[in-house]
Each structure stands twice: as structure tokens, then as C-alpha cells.
């Protein structure tokens, strides 16, 4: 036996010690069932193991030190259990490992030394827990390092500047601890750094000004001792903006105002608005604000953009919630300050607006308008009452909400979007980040895609593909990413497979596709998978909705590029007419949804396109 994978059960008691009978096996995966009592030491017995998930049980006691005999380990999680005492210095030996992930546990001590052994580690998450003491100099040893997360911890001692050696790191979070000294300005030798969180430490001295000047004072928040404010006199900084901002709100229906370059990339004052334009006329009307007023109540309506207005940060910008004097609430996109003062930021701002002055398509954001200079800018959008999909599905309550029927026709929206950028706009569009945290959520519970800041528009060119700097989210890129620069619709496409799974799962589909790059899937039942917090699927339409939603998103995800579907073929499956099911719901596995092939799509797309010659002719 090579695999068990018994994942999503509501298996009870131990682990059996006669797991470590099973010396031949490759991949265990227990998570998400209600197992207790302790790891048994004979799981050391495992040798030949390369995948090891004990995730979301109820397991106690401590990490037996006889994991370190695992060396053929390259993932291991147990993460959200019960489990104490010190991390195994012995867990140096598992050299191989690519991921491990600890966090929401009651580990305590010190993080071991000898996990700077770990030299082949992409993302190390221990937050959550109880550790102590410090953040051991060896962690600088781990080069391939994406993500380092130590959240909510016990840890009192300076940050190493040692982390300043592990240049591929994108992600940091080391908040909710107790470091002390200052930070070190290596840090900030991290290029490809995306996101830092130090706040509530006991952090003193300045911060260093090239984090300053990329990161958002909520990084550093909750540090009394440390100087995080930037400069506060607002009058000041506001006439400065003033002086020099252009602002340009695009009217919708007047195409030669959206597309004039000298709204787009020149002052914006030379429209001869009067003076005494009323303040409670129509923001979306460019006739009815000049461009200093419609600054002024921006700034008005933030309190020159008080955090408490803050309701999202990521690497491109901060997202603030605005309600203007007529009423309508917006949400502005403010970018860091270090991007508004680098010209290559300003062009990919530029390069921002002008595609979504040019998209028109009801399930992507709307954009009402921008502000662009050297200290200051942000984008005007269209504001989502319930903010993104990947907050939905992690809040019970919500997620309760966001039943079958709405997350079947949220990833329709998604997909005619993604159609409409490839297939319909006058030069293709890829998003590049197509993710659940960039789909939002309206009133309604309908999709919209957002955050086109890594979008580039494609030539018409034979080969329609670009080379450019990898962008986007870890568990979403498309895996060509990893050895070619070169990308296309089709990584689109696979992202799009990943969220569409993470929607129907309710969680991210990680272990599933690693599953299925190593077996085929005949043992992961569908109905085992989808999210458990949502009713069993009683009807045929919804089963059959579900279905095709996860036949569509296997597709999606092939390991070759070649062999996705286009998002036309997709979007056409959604609206073709669904077959019966062959089996029950329940008998259905990933195995026999898993090869819904180009022939497949194609032959849907045809009886699509019969089905309207029909329907013209009649």
C-alpha cells in the first residue's frame, strides 16, 4: 500500500501503533476527523513517507522525536490539534521538506536551532502556539524560503538580522509577540517582500525608511517605543496635493472622455469648472466635480486617510472604506508610498486605469475614478459590501450563507469575466492574480473580479504571451510559472481552476492537488471534499451544478498548459444544457470528474452554438 488517504471521515480514538507496519506507504493523510490521544512513535517506521497530514484532529501530548527519521518527508502538517512541549530538535533531519506548518497547536520552548537544516523549506508556519525565547540566527539558512510566520507567539528577543538573508521571502508575519530592540534594517533588503507584520511587540528606534516607505503603519502598530508616525501635519500635506494631484473620473457613456489622453495623463484641471460646483452633486459625473473638490472630500471623508477607515492591505496598496458628501460610498485603493514615488509604479498605475476605463462588464469592479502624483495615489472603486470571497468562506456564518446555488452562479460570473477579458476586449487581457481574495462580493453575494495592478494587455502576436516579472498569489500560480517566465490566458485559467475548487471546498484545494499529482484520485469521493458546512446536495440540479463546477475546475487545473480548456469553452459549459448524472452524488469520485477533456468542452461549446442556429432559425 502506497497511499492512504482517509482525509474528511469522523474517525475517533488513536492513531493505531500499527500504522508503522505500513513501511511502504508514501502518503497519509488523517486530516479533518476527530482523532485523539498522541502521535505514535512508530509512525518513525515511516521511511518511505514523502506526505504526512494529521491536520484538524483533536491529537495530544508531543511531537515524538521519531518524526526525524522521515527524511523522505516534503510536506508535513499538523496543524489546529492539541499538541504541547517542545518542536523536536530532531525535526533538523528532514532536509527534503518543502512545507511545514505547526501553527494552532499549545507547542512551547524555544524554536530548535537545527531547523536551519530545513534548507529546502518554502513556507514555515508556527503562529498560534506558545513558543519562547528567540528566533534562532540559523533560520537565515533557508534561502528558499517564500513565507515565515511566528504570529502570535511568546517570543522575546531581538529580530535576527539574519532574516535579511532569505531573499525570496514574500510573506513575514512575526506580530503579537514580545520582540525587543530595533528592526533591522536588513529587512528591508527583502525585494520580493510583499507583506510585513511586526505590530503589538515591544519594537523601539525608528523604523527603517525603506520599510517605511513601502508598508503601511499598521505593520508597525501596537509598538510604543517605536517612531512610526510619518509626517502628521495633514493642512500641510494636503495643499502640497493639491497643488500638483490630477484627478480623472470616468464617465460612463461619454467614450471620448475615457479614452482622451489628456484626461487620462495630464492635470486634470483645464476642464473650466466653476468654482462654486456644488459638493453634493454626482461624483460619478465628471461635470459636477473639479478636480480639487472631488480631492478634498476624499480627503474629507478618510480623515486624510485614518486607519480606522483601513479595510485591507496587501503589497500594492491599502483599501479604505469612503462615504462622499452625496452619499455614496466608495472604496479607495491607496497605493504604498514608495510606488507612488517610483516611475515604474506609476506606470503599472497608469497601466491599471486605462484597462479598466476601457473593460465594461457587469462582473468586474467598476472604477469612478483616480488620483495620481508623485506623493499620492489611489483608485477610486465601486465598494463591495462583503468584501472578498476568501473571507467569506472563512467566516462560518457567511460561508452558511453563501450556499450551493450562489457559489455555482459566483463562478459562472467569474468565468463569463475572464471570457469576456481573453476572448471579447479589443487586445486579450490577463489578470495575472486571479485569486478569492481579488474576487469581491456585493450586497447580493455576486462576484465581481478585482485588482488588475499585475495586469498586462497581450500583443497579437502568434504566440500571444509576454515575459514579465512572476506575478501573483502562492497556491494560485499556475505551475509553468515555476521554471518559465512566460505567461498566457491559460494560467488564468488555472487559477481559475483553483478558486473555483476553494469555493466548492470552502477551503484552499492544496492537498487535493497534491493528491492528484501523484494518484489519480479514485479514492477522494466528491461528496467528501465539498464543504461539509453546507447541506448535502438533495437535488439534481444542484448536484449536477456542482458537478460541472468541479468537472470544469480539474479541467482547469492540468499540470499542461496545452490541455486546459480557454475560458470561452468554460463559460459555454456553464450555459450548455447539463447532463444526468451517472451515478448517485454520493458515488461520485474525483477520479471520474477528473478528465473532462478539450473533447469534452468542445463538443459542449458545439451543441451550444447548434442550440442558437436552431433558435434563429425558429
Known sequence: MNVVNLGFNNFTGPIPSSIGNLTSLNYLNLRRNQLGGSIPPKIGNLTSLNYLNLRGNQLGGSIPPEIGNLTSLTRLNLRGNQ???????????????????????????????????????TYLYLQENKLSGCIPSQIGNLKSLIALNLHENRIDCAIPSKIGDLRDLRQLDLSSNNLVGEIPFQLGKLSYL????????????????????????????GNKDLNQFHETQAPKRR?????????FIPLAGISCIVVGSCFLFRCATKTEQPETTEKNGNFLSIWNYDGRIAYEDIIDATEDFDLKYCIGTGGYGSVYRARLP???????????????????????FRNEVKHLTEIRHRSIIKLHGFCLHRRCMFLVYEYMENGSLLCALRDDIEAVELDWSKRVNLIQDIAYALSYMHHDCVRAIVHRDISSNNILLNSKMQ???????????????????????????????????????????????????????????????????????TSSGEDIMLHKIVDQRLPFPRENSVARSIVLVVSLAL??????????????????????????????????????????NRSRLEGESTELHQDRARSKGH
Not at 103 to 121: A, D, F, K, V, W
Not at 239 to 247: A, L, P, R
Not at 326 to 348: C, I, M, Q, T, Y
Open 83 to 121: 499538541l504541547g512541549g517542545y518542536i523536536p530538535s530532531k525535526i533538523g533531519n528532514l532536509t527534503g521538506l518543502a512545507y511545514l506548518d505547526l501553527r494552532g497547536n499549545q507547542l512551547n520552548g524555544s524554536i530548535p536551532p537545527e531547523i536551519g537544516n530545513l534548507t529546502s523549506l
Open 239 to 247: 495643499s502640497s496635493v493639491i497643488h500638483y494631484m490630477t484627478v
Open 447 to 517: 462576484a465581481f473580479v478585482s485588482d488588475f495592478g499585475t495586469a498586462r494587455l497581450l500583443g497579437h502576436d502568434s504566440s500571444s504571451n509576454f515575459t514579465a516579472n512572476i506575478a501573483g498569489t502562492y497556491g494560485y500560480i499556475a505551475p509553468e510559472l515555476a521554471y518559465s517566465l512566460v505567461a498566457n490566458e491559460k494560467c488564468d485559467v488555472y487559477s481559475f481552476g483553483v478558486t473555483a475548487m476553494e469555493t466548492m471546498m470552502g477551503e484552499h484545494p492544496r492537498d487535493i492537488i497534491s493528491i492528484l499529482l
Open 194 to 221: 510583499n507583506y510585513l507584520d511586526l505590530h503589538n511587540n515591544s519594537l523601539s528606534g525608528s523604523i527603517p525608511n525603506n520599510l517605511k516607505a513601502v508598508f503601511p503603519d499598521t505593520a508597525f502598530l
Open 326 to 348: 452625496n452619499g455614496k460610498v466608495v472604496a479607495l485603493k491607496k497605493l504604498h508610498r514608495l510606488e507612488a514615488e517610483d516611475p515604474s509604479f506609476d506606470k503599472s
Open 555 to 596: 479541467a482547469c487545473l492540468s499540470a499542461n498548459p496545452k490541455s486546459r480548456p480557454t475560458m470561452k469553452q468554460v463559460s459555454e459549459a456553464f450555459l450548455a444544457r447539463k447532463s444526468t448524472l451517472a451515478k448517485p452524488f454520493h458515488e461520485i469520485s474525483l477520479a471520474q470528474l477528473r478528465y473532462v
